[in-house]
């Protein structure tokens, strides 16, 4: 539900210039150590040829750490959603920092979650192209991790569907445009002493 109101929420972005929608499936971080499905949503403009920014519902967790106990992987929810910019190469080649947009724990601070990364893109003729990319806390926590993720998805340039928006037309058989239309064209057919409209005026 979480992933359909931030898409739904986000597709007034399609007015902007180039819009790039983008989806994690699979991750495997440095924690779980297993790979496990996603659905984190993503979606930017470009602000020139080779710069995207734009935000993520990817949630951001924290370890909860203790001084004598060992450390509660991911048990704190930081933020539910994220900023991201993220710089192109011309051969497929990004890297990109995201960053949250708040922080729900007092004692943890947005720019201790900066996440910095860089991966690559495998272009496709259809237009939906797949990515791999590694990421890591910029600081590492206190216990020294840097709590690195990599990601599997793919991602689709979303321009053209406003494009393709502005050439809908209504359609010529509709019942209701063809009977306006006779009733307009009835009024203005012309009689002996004037138009129909004078008399119905």
């Given amino acids: 539900m979480k992933n359909l109101l931030f898409f739904f929420c986000l597709i007034p972005f399609v007015s902007l210039s180039q819009i790039m929608l983008s989806a994690d499936v699979f991750e495997r971080s440095d924690t779980k150590k297993k790979i496990t499905s996603a659905l984190d949503l993503s ?29 509660i992987q991911d048990s704190f929810l930081v933020s539910t959603v994220q900023l991201f910019i993220k710089y192109y190469s011309n051969r497929g080649a990004f890297f990109f920092m995201k960053i949250p947009t708040s922080s729900n724990i007092e004692d943890i601070s947005i720019y201790d979650r900066i996440r910095i990364g860089g991966g690559y893109t495998f272009y496709s003729a259809n237009n939906i192209d797949f990515y791999l990319n590694y990421n890591v806390l910029l600081n590492s926590n206190i216990n020294g991790w840097n709590k690195g993720e990599l990601n599997l998805g793919f991602s689709k340039d979303i321009s053209d569907l406003y494009q393709n928006k502005r050439d809908i037309k209504l359609p010529t058989n509709s019942f209701n445009l063809n009977l306006l239309n006779r009733f307009i064209d009835w009024i203005n057919t012309p009689l002996s002493n004037g138009y129909r409209e004078l008399v119905l005026n």
Avoid: K, L, R
């Fill in 43 to 71: 979606i930017g403009s470009f602000i020139n040829n080779n710069v995207i920014v734009g935000i993520t519902n990817e949630d951001d967790f924290a370890d909860y750490i203790e001084e004598g106990f060992n450390p």
